[in-house]
T-cell receptor, first 115, second 114 residues
Framework: GNSVTQMEGPVTLSEEAFLTINCTYTATGYPSLFWYVQYPGEGLQLLLKATKADDKGSNKGFEATYRKETTSFHLEKGSVQVSDSAVYFCALSSWYGGATNKLIFGTGTLLAVQP | DAGVIQSPRHEVTEMGQEVTLRCKPISGHDYLFWYRQTMMRGLELLIYFNNNVPIDDSGMPEDRFSAKMPNASFSTLKIQPSEPRDSAVYFC????????????FGPGTRLTVT
């Protein structure tokens, strides 16, 4: 079945450090891939998405490239800020054989950025 | 546009009481999702609706949980009777056309059952 695996947290970085959060997936059909972010006390917000292989999603300095050959969608940012501290969720959704699938979330990775 | 609206934002109740959580999806969205988030189990999909019809309720934990969507602009999640292990943050989300499109989440209802 469809699944998402993302790196365990917490990830603790200093301000302006480079960020990578790994995400790999297993899916049938043609998945779309997403990164959501959850700030403390809030609901999840879509950060970026990619709908086909080799697409790059980007938003707010974050990027992720849909790699079908490695079934990965790693999240990166060149210089993190304290305000990026949040929980990040990788997710996939797949349309296969005309049947809709649920949005499958990873377990989330807590990012803590220190000044 | 207003986002997904949930009420109440916080609910504290005693074990055995009935709890009703409410959600207003984004206007025009035809999918609605209910999730539960806890530290132990993470984010769990409970049920989702398409055009007000329940499509998949396999995530509903027990018969104590029920969800309805009487019209396109309103849904409820009810727990009767509530138990301490139901304490969690419950999120409602909506999306357009297909569930493979991005979902928009509400701010959540934090439920505490004592």
């Amino acid at each position: 079945g469809n699944s998402v695996t993302q790196m365990e947290g917490p990830v603790t970085l200093s301000e302006e450090a480079f960020l990578t959060i790994n995400c790999t997936y297993t899916a049938t059909g043609y998945p779309s891939l997403f990164w959501y972010v959850q700030y403390p006390g809030e609901g999840l917000q879509l950060l970026l998405k990619a709908t086909k292989a080799d697409d790059k999603g980007s938003n707010k300095g974050f990027e992720a490239t849909y790699r079908k050959e490695t079934t990965s969608f790693h999240l990166e940012k060149g210089s993190v800020q304290v305000s990026d501290s949040a929980v990040y969720f990788c997710a996939l959704s797949s349309w296969y054989g005309g049947a809709t699938n649920k949005l499958i979330f990873g377990t989330g990775t807590l990012l803590a950025v220190q000044p | 546009d207003a986002g997904v609206i949930q009420s109440p934002r916080h609910e504290v109740t005693e074990m055995g009481q009935e709890v009703t959580l409410r959600c207003k999806p984004i206007s025009g969205h035809d999918y609605l999702f209910w999730y539960r988030q806890t530290m132990m189990r993470g984010l769990e999909l409970l049920i989702y609706f398409n055009n007000n019809v329940p499509i998949d309720d396999s995530g509903m934990p027990e018969d104590r949980f029920s969800a309805k969507m009487p019209n396109a602009s309103f849904s409820t999640l009810k727990i009767q009777p509530s138990e301490p292990r139901d304490s969690a943050v419950y999120f409602c989300a909506s999306s357009l056309t297909r569930p493979s499109y991005e979902q928009y989440f509400g701010p959540g209802t934090r439920l505490t059952v004592t």
